[in-house]
């Protein structure tokens, strides 16, 4: 397994113990001290069907703390959506309460996983995260890719976007009040290549657009051949959007405590090095904050120091809540 592979393999490490249990209505006080499952209070959780490509998602979904604004909750969308709803949703209130952030609408998009067989739901999970967050890649790179990501299908990301806008969009419009004016997408790792992807393909589709340690070496950087193509509607726009790339300080040195089965630390250490995370990072920010525009246009960097690729996703989420609603 290729630390490629790996990284297609993150956001799920908690998936058997997190947002997959979050009831559809919050739990009834228990009448017996006898154990139950945990949920977390006022989320919901449902099952979408996309249109565009057929596939079923698990959609969690917390409302914030105060009453909705007149124009509508802000919606801060989070992918991985099994792994890290929890940690989003309780940053987001965090950060509320504090007087931070404006009260936003945390929607995790998931997968329905069954807690029967952890081991195969979270590998199923992984392969079709793959498939989602992955753009088509020319056909003289796809067999090398194929080989990074272990044979699980890639390039679905344009149809992940359709269930998004197409579905899942109306859907929250209809369930609660929104302002689709005001939307977030963050994603990790392969997410935030996702992130990237459609920042560069739908700029307008969200006001803010968080990558945290996105995967910019996939398929050779295929994400940046849109990058010009973006320049050039930036220049022209009147609604621009704001950027936040992230990542950890240690995610181009610092192997993770268990390694995939079959891969050395050198094998390992190779890959990371030749991924260039922090790095690619670096100077996509630095190219972006570069890029003219109108007045409200944002590319901003944030690096967390003592951080690694699985590690920094919990500070990645709180700078992205607060980068797009801030008081």
Known sequence: MSAFRFIGLTGLLATALCAASASAETAAPAKTAAPSEVAIPFSRQWDLTSTANGAIYR???????????????????????????????????LQEL?????????????YPFCTCDPEAGMKAIATRRVTDFTPVAPPDKQAKIAR????????????????????LQPRLAATYSVN??????FGHSLGGLFVLDTLFKHP?????????????????????????????????????????????????TVLPIS????????????????????????RLSKDLARLRSVSGYSAGLRIFENETHTGVVPAAISAGLSFAFSR
């Open 59 to 93: 959609i969690f979904v917390s409302e914030p703390v105060e009453p909705a604004p007149p124009g509508g909750y802000p919606i801060f969308y989070v992918l991985d959506g099994n792994g890290y709803f929890g940690s989003a949703t309780e940053s987001e209130r």
């Open 98 to 110: 504090g007087g931070q952030i404006r009260g936003a609408l945390i929607v995790g998009i998931g």
């Open 148 to 167: 990074q990501m272990g044979g699980a299908p890639t390039g679905g990301a344009d149809a992940f976007y359709r269930f998004i806008e197409e579905d």
């Open 180 to 185: 689709k004016n005001d939307r977030a997408l």
């Open 204 to 252: 307008g589709a969200f006001r803010s657009y968080i990558a945290a340690s996105p995967v910019i070496s996939w398929g050779d950087g295929e994400v940046l051949r849109r990058q010009p193509a973006f320049a050039q509607w930036l220049a022209q726009s009147s609604d621009p959007p704001r950027i936040l790339i992230t990542a950890g300080a240690l995610e181009q």
């Open 259 to 282: 390694l995939p089965p079959g891969v050395s630390q050198d094998e390992y250490a190779r890959s990371i090095a030749e991924m260039k995370m922090v790095t690619n990072v670096r």
